[in-house]
């Protein structure tokens, strides 16, 4: 199967990538090939089988409702490229 | 070739501790002067040398079980104050508020780290040539690649700048760099280990790991990061074994599978014949070598490569520019933001997997690729299950070749994919498993893959002690420096 290039400039956007044409038939064919080797799957009877989604027996973790972590707030807006006044900065989004 | 000596392995360390014969400090200078020799391995992206030299003097031997001993953290486990890199340009500058459990509690157990050991970008790669640190050398032949994606991890143990170092495992990135680089890798069982902390690839597959020259070493780290965590509630809560104390049990009637599809087409045939040397001296030592087969073995590849990028395409989303990592120059909206930021941050590799996890998570694909993946993934743990009804290990070789020539993969993701064809379907079934070296091929070193039942850490280090303690591959080291 081959991609088309409407199909790729939909899951780059989906994957929010911006990729110039050169990278992306580049990706594109890398693409290709992985999608045929991952297509030996579809030969196999999975008839019956379960999904394994994790493979050791998942449980639900229930804690004390108590507060373990303090306000980091300040830390963690110091890592964004962004922030000002207690906000992340971003492009303006509402006209 | 020259030998390691006992001061290259943390119990040899600890040992010269007690008697009195070095001291903590005395050991982080050793360190530091090897990394400094070494550094055209390109193995560190981080090296924190003060830091190193203050811990190591604020310690006292003694004050923990890994008191004083020096070791290189792979970049992906976060360290507060010490950037924190996986290897990528999205993280080039990323700094830490807090540590991932592995390293806090190395740190309680007084281990000193001296740095960040380099790595494939976010672990996507068997060669560690996605770095954006540019790619790690094999100590025993520079020209050659050290495997990944924990390669800087294995480099720094076989080049003896430390006697260990962590890593992480998703698809083989702990054991297949151990292998091409002559030292241990002990991936544990999925949960043994926490992942608070640990940058997310493909959370169902990702395990902390360790590297080492010794099975014993590798029991000694494993004992310290292992455990309960209530910061991640995939980590398991079962008590842990005595992983030092039963390493002596020895190997007289254990009984381990050799898997035909472990020597399958695309295994170099001398390297088949060095691990089934190696399989023979543990015959010797009283196991019973019984041969078995895994028939979904080889559907492991196709299905970790849905799985694992669609786990990798969600959990990478969290990179937008906004919250912390790199940010692209004058965003004119939203989307640009995101996807301006995505494409200059990440490199090539990461780009292909986040497209093809995007691809079996669409519209359209998800039962075909997704869900159907997740079912061969049951049949792959279905065959391990059976295989244990029957033997207590599995062997074979963990890798199809010995470390190749840098480049030589790099524009041909399959055959980079190709790479991990032995290890993968080990952390499809989120069993534990260990490389352990077994000779060499034209002066490259080989590894012996031991694959054990969900929690049998203790039965596999004992396994891979008792090869130890009757060979001597381990102990040899890569020539001088060049």
Redesign the interface.
């Known amino acids: 199967m081959a991609l088309d290039s409407a199909t790729l400039v939909h899951l780059a956007r989906l994957a929010r990538l911006s990729l110039g044409a050169a990278e992306r038939e580049q990706l594109g064919a890398d693409l290709d090939r992985t999608l045929a080797m991952i297509d030996q799957l579809q030969a196999i009877s999975v008839e019956g089988l379960e999904p394994l989604a994790q493979s050791q027996p998942s449980h639900t973790a229930n804690r004390v409702d108590w507060v373990s972590e303090q306000d980091q707030s300040e830390q963690l807006l110091g890592l964004s490229p962004a922030a000002e006044g207690g906000y992340f900065l971003v492009p303006k989004v509402i006209e | 070739m020259s030998r390691i000596e006992a001061l290259d392995t943390v119990t040899g360390q600890l040992a010269a501790m007690a008697a009195g014969s070095i001291d903590p400090r005395a050991l982080v200078e050793r360190c530091l002067g090897r990394a400094a020799a070494q550094v055209e391995l390109n193995a560190l992206i981080t090296t924190t040398a003060e830091a190193a030299r203050a811990g190591a003097a604020a310690l006292a031997p003694g004050g923990g079980p890994l008191a004083g001993v020096p070791f290189a953290q792979k970049d992906l486990f976060c360290t507060r104050g010490v950037r924190t890199t996986c290897g990528s340009r999205m993280l080039a500058e990323?700094?830490a508020?807090y540590d991932a459990t592995v390293a806090a509690r190395l740190d309680a157990a007084g281990a000193v780290s001296i740095g960040k050991a380099n790595m494939d970008e976010f672990a996507m790669g068997s060669s560690n040539e996605n770095s954006h640190f540019g790619p790690v050398r094999n100590p025993w032949d520079r020209q050659r690649v050290p495997g990944g994606s924990s390669g800087g991890s294995a480099a720094l143990v076989a080049a003896g700048v430390v006697p260990f170092a962590t890593g992480s495992d998703t698809g083989g990135s702990v054991r297949q760099p151990a292998a091409l680089c002559g030292v241990v890798g002990l991936k544990p069982?999925?949960?043994r280990v926490s992942r608070y902390g640990m940058v997310a690839y493909a959370s169902?597959l990702d395990q902390a790991g360790v590297l080492a020259h010794t099975a014993e070493d590798c029991a000694r780290v494993l004992a310290v990061i292992a455990g309960a965590d209530?910061r991640d509630?995939?980590c398991?809560t079962r008590a842990l074994d005595d992983y030092v104390g039963s390493l002596d049990a020895g190997v007289r009637g254990l009984r381990i599978g050799v898997v035909a599809e472990y020597f399958g087409a695309g295994v170099d045939p001398a390297v088949a014949q060095a691990v089934r040397t190696a399989l023979q001296v543990l015959e010797r030592r009283g196991a019973v070598l019984i041969d078995v087969r895994l028939p979904s073995l080889p559907?492991s590849?196709?299905?970790y490569?849905?799985l694992a990028p669609a786990e990798a395409?969600s959990n990478l989303?969290r990179y937008?520019?906004?919250?912390?990592?790199?940010?692209c120059d004058a965003?004119?909206?939203?989307?640009?933001?995101?996807?301006?930021s995505?494409?200059e941050g990440?490199g090539?590799e990461v780009?292909?997997r986040?497209?093809?996890g995007?691809?079996?998570l669409?519209a359209g694909y998800y039962d075909?690729?997704y869900?159907?993946?997740?079912?061969?993934?049951?049949?792959i743990?279905d065959d391990f299950s059976r295989a244990f009804g029957e033997v207590d290990l599995l062997a074979g070789p963990t890798a199809p070749e010995v470390a190749f020539a840098l480049g030589e993969k790099a524009s041909d993701?399959?055959a980079m994919?190709a790479a991990d064809v032995n290890t993968v379907a080990v952390n499809?079934?989120?069993?534990p498993a260990i490389s352990v070296p077994a000779g060499f091929v034209q002066g490259l070193p080989v590894g012996l893959q031991l694959v054990g039942p969900?929690f049998g850490e203790a039965r596999l280090l004992c396994a891979a002690h008792a090869l130890q303690l009757a060979s001597d591959w381990h102990l040899q080291a890569p020539g001088a420096a060049a």
Not at chain 2, 331 to 340: E, F, K, M, T
Not at chain 2, 428 to 431: K, N, P, T, V
Request: charged content about 20%; hydrophobic content about 45%.
């Open positions: 990323f700094v508020p069982t999925y949960g169902s209530p509630a995939t398991s559907l590849i196709p299905a490569y849905v395409s989303a937008d520019g906004v919250r912390f990592g790199h940010r965003p004119v909206d939203l989307a640009d933001l995101y996807s301006r995505r494409a990440f090539t780009k292909r986040i497209l093809a995007t691809y079996v669409s075909a690729y869900r159907r993946a997740q079912r061969v993934r049951r049949l743990a993701p399959l994919y499809l079934a989120g069993l969900a």
